[in-house]
């Protein structure tokens, strides 16, 4: 006997309720991304595995999705939306800068599926390419707040840090050059198996008990005051520790303008973002409950699209995790309670009243409401209305031989049951109204 059908490991379907859900995430992050100017972008599934290698670092690149196709050419699917941007860029050199465009699209990782970990998940991601100013990293936090402000998250934080001052802590702590990355590599892994498996890490990799100590002791987190002005004292002999601790100063300083309050940011020195294409400030978001993990991510990426063009172009972004973001709405309750996004059935009551039917529900559909009919060519309406009960449809529009000699339609209200007689010409802008209400509620 074989196996029942299932979805490859990793991989999900998401069936029409599911659906809805991710839409209406989706639909917000659209219109915020469009009010700051962000443009819609789009890019293959599939990249030339050259694109993808090298890109990520050793351990990121272990999971890209690679094979040959059929005429002989090493693809892989993407692992993220970021290096086939900067392909883009690459590609069209004539794009007007900055270039500011957002994608929201499925990307592939072999990884080991757990939860909120998928080998098929989707990003939503906004990038700006071409500026150096720390407004554009500032502009890029302030539409992740924006994105989960209107999605109604009570509290979040988005943890700050800069890749300059990761190496200048590393530089001090006495990381000989050239190994920084092993070192952020570790760290990067804090979250996971704490202090003691990353401090233990760093001493099988022959990391020095000193140089680990002093690792630790810049990494803590403040108990008071700012982070960034004791780290302008320690590390003041390092230039570039000095550059990256200006840059998030001036990010601070610009979030505060464009109305991003204080408590939903903090430095955290410890945040690394696993990447190798990042060169300054970095970013996540994470929340306290339920604790899932970072549920967006991202930074400045100056040198990645130079790879690709000969030449460096600055650029800075983030991802929204969609899985993630949805994981935890539902668990904080955070979506409206529609199952489906039709507003009401029309009923037909047998073939001799189905024209009658149809005709209003293409009033129906004219006037900007989503109606459906019930299609089957046998069923009362008691099956009918247990057909609009289970999809979650909230109003019936009941037309028998009666309504319609009469010249009536009997609206139902699916949630308590309670039925009114409308007059036929009334009835369309009853009903827009019903469904304006209802959305508007």
Not at 30 to 35: D, L, N, Q, S, T
Not at 176 to 183: F, H, I, M, T, W
Not at 215 to 238: C, H, I, K, M, Y
Request: proline share 5%; charged share 30%.
């Amino acid at each position: 006997m074989a196996n029942p059908p299932q979805a490859p490991r990793g991989m999900r379907d998401f069936l029409p309720d599911r659906m809805i859900l991710r839409h209406h995430v989706t639909g917000v992050f659209r219109g915020v991304f469009e009010r700051y100017g962000f443009e819609p972008l789009d890019t293959p599934a599939v990249e030339y595995a050259e694109t993808l290698e090298g890109k990520y670092g050793e351990e990121a690149d272990k999971l890209i999705y690679k094979f040959e196709d059929r005429g002989g050419r090493r693809v892989g699917l993407r692992y993220d939306l970021t290096v086939p941007l900067a392909r883009v860029v690459a590609q069209y050199p004539d794009l007007p800068k900055p270039f500011k465009r957002y994608q929201i699209a499925p990307v592939w990782r072999a990884e080991r599926p757990q939860k909120g970990r998928y080998r098929e998940f989707w990003q939503c991601d906004a990038d700006t390419v071409g500026s150096t100013s720390m407004l554009a990293d500032a502009e890029i936090l302030a539409v992740v707040y924006t994105a989960l402000r209107e999605l109604g998250f009570p509290q979040f934080v988005m943890r700050l840090n800069n890749r300059k001052i990761l190496k200048g802590v590393a530089a001090f702590a006495g990381v000989p050059e050239g190994e920084e990355a092993s070192v952020l590599r570790s760290v990067d892994k804090l979250d996971k198996v704490g202090e003691v498996g990353v401090r233990t890490e760093l001493l099988e990799k022959g990391f020095g008990e000193d140089v680990v100590g002093r690792l630790f002791e810049l990494l803590a987190p403040e108990a008071s005051g700012d982070v960034l002005a004791r780290l302008r004292t320690q590390l003041v002999d390092n230039a570039e520790a000095q550059d990256g601790i200006g840059e998030l100063e001036q990010v601070r300083e610009y979030l505060g303008a464009l109305g991003v309050p204080e408590a939903f940011c903090r430095i955290d020195l410890a945040m690394v973002r696993g990447l190798d294409y990042y060169t300054g400030p970095i970013f996540e978001t994470v929340v306290e409950e339920p604790r899932i993990g970072s549920i967006t991510g991202g930074g400045r990426y100056d040198h990645l699209i130079g790879i690709f063009s000969g030449r460096d172009i600055p650029a800075v972004g983030s991802t929204l995790g969609l899985e993630r973001i949805v994981d935890v709405m539902e668990a904080l309750g955070l979506f409206p309670a529609a199952k489906t996004l039709t507003r009401v059935l029309v009923t037909v009551f047998d073939t001799a009243a189905a024209p009658e039917s149809l005709r209003l529900a293409a009033e129906l559909r004219a006037a900007g409401v989503c109606a459906e009919v019930y299609l089957a060519e046998k069923g009362g309406f008691r099956k009918q209305l247990a057909y609009a009960n289970a999809k979650g449809i909230p109003l019936v529009a009941l037309l028998g031989p009666d309504e319609i000699a009469r010249r009536e339609v009997t609206l139902r209200n699916m949630a308590d049951g309670s039925q009114e007689s409308v007059a036929r010409g009334e009835v369309v802008g009853r009903l827009r109204g019903e469904v304006v209400g209802r959305l508007r509620g």
